[in-house]
């Protein structure tokens, strides 16, 4: 987890997303300070698997050694169950779409995955739920054999090595599995929209309560105005970006953009309630996730 912090004269908003090119576009207008009105951030970049840990843990009142004290956070839409008693889901800032789900890959096409060991990125993430959900219709009751958590940058060449059966991949994996010699047994986010005819939900932005609804609605306004800002210029991003892209050729960081950062970022709308209620419903029907309370979705 590495920190960049903007200095400013008044005391900034904390606030933790991943480098990825979709969440350094969405905030980049904010987090240089060209959102006017909107309060100066202080930023955190870590994976979303760090975030999930960061938000369970202060929903807890169990912060870890090194959690930061965090006031915003993009996580897993699959850890709000845990949190929402501390946090509050943001109308907008979020990943959701359409064909845009994780994929299961493999190394030969068609591998039958009852009994296998698959690699997943997390089992406190959206992708995973959303496999879950996936094996329960596709496998019955037979079911995948191991679950293996890996680094997401290490579960494509563990399935090329034979180290797992079979990985189930985000992000820009999407566009880059062919290179790694593998083949896509099924996309996770086709089965979700064929089955519900809902978006993916996949990362969400949440915010302590304890900051108070105004505030709260400052920061949904404030994120808006970042996404626009972002569609309206979207040169004045490239730098920043593209200097945490990790080496992400551009071509993909632009691909990895245009998929992820859509109209349910800058509003979730109508079709992304439902596809977050619908998704965590499912889910706590499984017995993956805890029910939601009523109510627990609504913002402020």
């Not at 879950?132 to 219709?137: I, V």
């Not at 599995?177 to 949440?206: C, F, K, Q, S, V």
Request: charged share 20%; proline share 8%; glycine share 10%.
């Amino acid at each position: 987890m590495t920190t960049r912090t903007t200095p400013t004269a008044e005391s900034p908003l904390r606030i933790a997303y991943s480098p990825c090119p979709n969440d350094t576009f969405v905030f980049d207008a904010w987090a240089h300070g060209r959102v006017p009105g909107a309060p100066a951030l202080d930023v955190t970049f870590a994976d979303i698997d760090i975030t999930n840990g960061i938000a369970e843990r202060a929903a807890a009142s169990a912060p870890a050694a090194g959690d930061a004290d965090l006031d915003v956070l993009k996580v897993s839409y699959a850890v709000l169950p845990y949190v929402l008693d501390t946090y509050a889901l943001l109308p907008c800032g979020g990943a959701l779409g359409r064909g845009c789900g994780p994929l299961v890959l493999t190394r030969e096409p068609g591998t039958d995955l009852t009994g296998k060991t698959v690699a997943v990125p997390s089992e406190k993430s959206t992708a995973y739920l959303l496999f879950r959900l996936w094996a329960a219709d596709t496998l019955g009751g037979s079911g995948v054999g191991e679950i293996v958590v890996l680094p997401f940058d290490q579960i494509m060449p563990a399935v090329r090595d034979g180290k797992v059966d079979a990985g189930l991949v985000i992000h820009e994996a999407r566009f880059t599995y062919r290179n790694y010699g593998l083949h896509r047994l099924a996309d996770m986010g086709e089965h979700w929209e064929a089955t519900t005819g809902l978006p993916i939900p996949l990362g969400a932005i949440i915010a302590r309560r304890s900051l108070g609804a105004a505030t709260l609605e400052r920061l949904a306004e404030a994120a808006r105005a970042s996404v626009r800002m972002a569609w309206d210029d979207p040169e004045a991003s490239r730098p920043y970006v593209l200097e945490h892209a990790q080496e992400m050729d551009p071509a993909v960081a632009d691909q990895h953009i245009g998929l992820y950062v859509n109209e349910f970022t800058a509003d979730l709308g109508e079709d992304g309630y439902a596809a977050v209620r619908g998704l965590l419903t499912r889910a706590a029907a499984e017995g993956l996730v805890p029910p939601l309370g009523p109510g627990a979705l609504a913002f402020p």
